[in-house]
C-alpha cells in the first residue's frame, strides 16, 4: 500500500542551540581572562572594556536604526566583539581611542558587510587593525601590572631595557634576536610563570594564559567550540617558533614563550574560531588553525612587529573562501554521480 511521505524545509534534525547561547558561553569563557585584566590592571583596563563595549552596542544599534533592520543586540555577538576588542588592546589605551576602535569594528567590520554571518573579516580584528594603523604609538604604550606596582606606570617602546618596566614578552623577544646570547637574557628576565599567571605587561586580556586555557577549555567542554581550529593554531605555532629555536637558540627564545605570550591562546580559543568566518569542515579548519599560527611566530620572528596574531587572523580570513572551496562537505548520502 502507498505511504504517506511529509516533506519539509532543510534543516530536518534541530537543536535547542541559538546565536545568542553560543555567544554567552563565549562570554561566560572570557570571564576568568576578564577577571584577571581587572586584578592586574584595575579600573582603567575595565573602564577600557565598557568603553568599548557600550560603543560596539551603540553602533550596531544605529546602523540597524539607519538601515531599517529589525533591532540585533539581543544575539550578544557585538558584545563579544566590544570584549574581545578591548582585551586585545593595551590597558592604558586611551578610552577615546578604545570608542572609535569599537565604531570602526563594527559599522566597517561587520555592518558594512550586512550584519552577522555576512561579514569577510573578524570584526575585532579589523578594529585593532585600523587602531594599528591609525595610533601606533598608543598601540605599543603597556602598563605595569598593579600586583607590582600600584600606580599602574606605563612604559614605551623606548624604555624596552628596564625590568621593573615589564616590557612585553614579546617586545623582549625583539631584543632577544637583535642581541648576542639575547634569548638567555630573556629566559632570566621573564620566567615562564609570569605569562602563565599574568603578571606581565600585555594587552588586557592576553597576559594570564591559565585564565584563558580555563575558558578555551570551557568552550570545548560545551562544544561551542571545536578542538580543530585551537590545537592547529598552537601546533604550527609551536612547530615554527621549535625550527627558530633549533636552528639558533642564542637567538630565538623556546617554544613555550611563543605559546604563552601574546594573542596566541586569546585567539586561538576565541577569535580563530569565530563560526561566521572560519572554514565548514574539519580538514579546512585543520589548515585555517596552522596558517594562523605558523604565520603569527613568522611575524614575530622575521618581521619587526613583535605580534603578529592580528595579520594571521586577518589572512587566514580572506583565505577562507578558497579553503571552502577545497575541501567542500560531502552532501549526506555521499556526493552524486557524475
Not at 561566560?28 to 576578564?34: E, F, K
Not at 637558540?249 to 601574546?262: C, E, I, K, M, R
Request: hydrophobic letters at 50%; aromatic letters at 10%; glycine letters at 10%.
Amino acid at each position: 500500500m502507498p505511504q504517506e511521505i511529509n516533506v519539509s524545509f532543510a534543516p530536518h534534525i534541530r537543536q535547542s542551540l541559538s546565536t545568542r547561547r553560543i555567544m554567552l558561553d563565549v562570554l561566560i569563557g572570557l570571564m576568568p581572562a576578564v577577571i584577571a585584566a581587572g586584578f592586574y590592571f584595575r579600573g582603567p583596563g575595565l573602564a577600557l572594556l565598557a568603553v568599548c563595549v557600550v560603543w560596539c552596542l551603540a553602533t550596531e544599534w544605529l546602523c540597524n536604526l539607519i538601515r531599517k533592520r529589525p533591532n540585533s543586540l539581543g544575539d550578544l555577538s557585538v558584545v563579544v566583539t566590544g570584549v574581545i576588542l578591548a582585551m586585545s588592546l593595551p590597558p592604558a589605551f586611551p578610552l577615546w581611542a578604545g570608542a572609535v576602535g569599537a565604531v570602526f569594528a563594527v559599522g566597517i567590520g561587520k555592518m558594512v558587510f550586512g550584519g552577522l554571518g555576512a561579514n569577510i573579516f573578524n570584526p575585532a580584528m579589523v578594529g585593532r587593525a585600523f587602531l594599528t594603523a591609525s595610533f601606533g604609538i598608543l598601540m605599543t604604550t603597556w602598563t605595569v601590572p598593579a600586583t607590582i606596582d600600584a600606580n599602574l606606570p606605563q612604559v614605551g617602546p623606548d624604555n624596552l631595557v628596564d625590568a621593573r618596566t615589564q616590557a612585553t614578552p614579546l617586545a623582549w623577544s625583539k631584543v632577544a634576536i637583535k642581541d648576542e646570547n639575547g634569548a638567555s637574557i630573556y629566559n632570566e628576565r621573564l620566567p615562564l610563570w609570569k605569562s602563565l599567571l599574568g603578571e606581565e605587561a600585555g594587552s588586557l586580556g592576553e597576559t594570564s594564559a591559565i585564565a584563558l586555557l580555563l575558558g578555551g577549555l570551557y568552550l570545548i567542554v560545551r562544544k561551542t567550540i571545536g578542538i580543530h581550529i585551537p590545537l592547529a593554531v598552537l601546533i604550527s605555532a609551536f612547530v615554527t617558533a621549535g625550527i627558530a629555536y633549533l636552528a639558533n637558540s642564542d637567538a630565538y627564545v623556546q617554544p613555550f614563550y611563543h605559546l604563552t605570550s601574546g594573542a596566541l591562546l586569546l585567539g586561538a580559543f576565541f577569535i580563530a574560531t569565530d563560526p561566521v568566518t572560519a572554514p565548514l569542515t574539519v580538514r579546512g579548519q585543520w589548515i585555517f588553525g596552522a596558517i594562523i599560527g605558523g604565520f603569527t611566530v613568522f611575524v614575530r620572528i622575521v618581521g619587526e612587529y613583535p605580534e603578529g596574531f592580528m595579520y594571521a587572523v586577518l589572512l587566514a580570513n580572506s583565505l577562507r573562501p578558497l579553503i571552502d572551496r577545497l575541501f567542500r562537505p560531502v552532501p549526506v548520502g555521499g556526493r552524486p554521480n557524475a
